[in-house]
């Protein structure tokens, strides 16, 4: 932590803390906003699936790339200094969303913002110790933030789909323009200075190696469906990825300082906090991504209508959150981390049953199962990762478990969006010949579709031509929502013989010696 020249007083103090928050707030929320503005931004920049899983990843996986040393480099700064730049560059990722004219620029511009959260998210967090010194008044305030951060995100779609029909989805990009400015002039006025911390060094290798490696899964799974799987660049992606990937570890277990402190995976309850905090991910993908172009795409909701279709998920997270941390206490993290993904799974279940015809009266529980599911889940999955390891390596973990739940939304997107496009070109390749189209008139008619571009089809009657696009549609969310229910079902064995009956895990009694650790990392989840 960075040493403080001057202590602000108490009115400076509460408008600092406004800027801490708001600035969490600003860059978690953008993890989820967007959701609700693909369909919009689909048809606006006739965008590809593939284009569009892009813009949801760009963000998730710039985040989760640099998460781990963001709070380093706020360190290396100075926390105030940190945040300045990185609110900074967070407005500029979000003016060139904004105005982006294309979907290469809109896809840059979330690289970006992702980039800026990375640093933005640890450095408000340790700021709160430079304005709360007293470590009940800091632990309280730390319960405050990281509520905050968890609402942002599950309140993203609700917002977002609010200021997409106000004026568009370029909105939701343009209003942190001003609201960056803001919280910028009051981190600016109200922040007191902190000295740069020299000490430590930043894993500039493991960064490139374990950001390589992500990078070349999600571009693999993600443009596979469009290159061919067999195709050179593909496989070569996916080669790429499993050599960075081994390469990262082996440099991590050398290194002094190591951005990821893989030799905590030898604590079984931490290995299993991260599979599980992983797959929390993915399911959280499955809901905001998939939840959304079902309700706009199938259904034909107004981004506000399917912005609100949101809001029993949201609900769910927010009030299980903090009511999980009693429970725990006396039911134990393994029952309550099961029953939570239990009860996603049954959610996702039941949205992979949804058809063209469902009404939203029908299914509202299920999104709130989603919700509820996940909001019990992470609060004592994240306290048992805490838990596994020694005091001096809780700021490792958390940032560890952090990047799992973003790297497991980042393979979500990927790997659910990729199923569920090949699922839909397959479908609505098949009805279209069915219907008697065939040869260059198919595939000109495919791509069109595919792209949300009207296709002139003089044979079929335009209800026809529009059931045949949202059946074929449905089929592939059906599919990526039963898979994401698959895998959170599978993982609920995970918790059963990972997680400890208890509250946390025991940290080992023996382990390799810690790593330098100086830096408090970002737990946005643990609400």
């Known amino acids: ?39 919009a931004i689909r048809l606006d920049l006739t965008a590809s699936i593939s284009a569009i899983q892009w813009v949801f990843d760009a963000y998730t996986l710039c985040f989760a790339s640099l998460v781990l040393v963001g709070g380093l480099i706020g360190d290396r700064l100075g926390h105030r200094t940190g945040l300045v730049l990185s609110l900074t560059l967070f407005m500029v990722g979000s003016a060139l969303c904004a105005f982006a004219p294309d979907t290469g620029l809109l896809i840059a511009g979330r690289a970006v913002q992702g980039t800026a959260a990375a640093m933005l998210v640890p450095s408000s967090m340790a700021l709160i110790a430079v304005i709360a010194p007293e470590p009940e008044r800091r632990a309280k305030l730390l319960g405050i933030w990281s509520g905050l951060s968890g609402a942002a995100i599950a309140l993203g779609p609700v917002f977002g789909g609010w200021l997409v029909h106000i004026s568009g989805w370029r909105l939701i990009f343009l209003v942190n323009l001003p609201l960056g400015a803001l919280v910028l002039a009051l981190t600016v006025i109200t922040l007191p ?11 500039f290798l493991g960064l490139l190696l374990g950001a390589g490696a992500a990078f070349s899964v999600a571009f693999g799974v993600i443009e596979g469906n469009s290159m061919g799987w067999t195709s050179p660049v593909i496989i070569g992606s996916f080669v790429t ?27 079984v309850p931490f290995a299993a906090a991260n599979v599980i905090n992983f797959v929390l991910g993915f399911a959280l993908s499955a809901a905001f991504f998939f939840l959304s172009q079902y309700l706009q795409q199938v259904l034909g909701y107004s981004a506000l209508g399917a912005g609100l279709g949101f809001l029993p998920a949201a609900l769910g997270m927010m009030f299980m959150a903090p009511l999980a941390g009693q429970l725990a206490g006396r039911l134990g993290s393994r029952a309550l981390i099961s029953v939570g993904l239990a009860l996603g799974a049954g959610g996702l279940f039941s949205l992979s049953l949804l058809g ?31 838990g596994a390891v020694e005091p001096e390596r809780a700021g490792a973990a958390s940032g560890t478990i952090e990047t799992s739940l973003q790297f497991g939304t980042v393979v979500g997107i990927a790997a659910l969006g990729t199923l569920q496009a090949s699922t839909f070109l397959d479908g609505l390749r098949g009805r279209l010949a069915d219907a008697g189209l065939t040869g260059p008139p198919l595939s000109d008619a495919v791509d069109k579709l595919s792209r949300g571009e009207a296709a002139d089809l003089p044979g079929l009657a335009g209800n ?7 059946t074929s549609f449905a089929e592939g969310l059906q599919l990526a929502f039963l898979v994401a229910s698959v895998v959170t079902a599978v993982t609920v064995l995970v918790a059963l013989f990972g997680a400890p009956k208890g509250l946390t895990g025991a940290a080992p009694a023996e382990s390799a010696p810690a790593e330098p650790q100086e830096d408090v990392r970002p737990d946005p989840t643990s609400v």
């Open 1 to 39: 932590m960075t040493a403080v020249e001057a202590r602000p007083n108490r009115t400076t103090a509460v408008l600092a803390l406004v800027a801490v928050f708001a600035a969490a707030f600003l860059a978690m929320i953008d993890l989820s906003i967007s959701a609700v503005a693909t369909p």
């Open 193 to 203: 200075r902190t000295t740069p911390n020299r000490e430590g060094r930043i894993d």
């Open 241 to 267: 990825a499993v050599v960075a990937a081994v390469a990262f570890v082996f440099v991590e277990l050398r290194s002094s300082h190591p951005m990821m402190p893989v030799r905590l995976f030898r604590s």
């Open 356 to 386: 063209t015809d469902s009404r939203y009266v029908q299914f509202w529980w299920a999104v709130a199962l989603v919700g509820v599911g996940l909001g019990l889940a992470l609060p004592p999955n994240t306290h048992v990762a805490l």
């Open 464 to 470: 026809l031509l529009d059931s045949i696009v949202k």
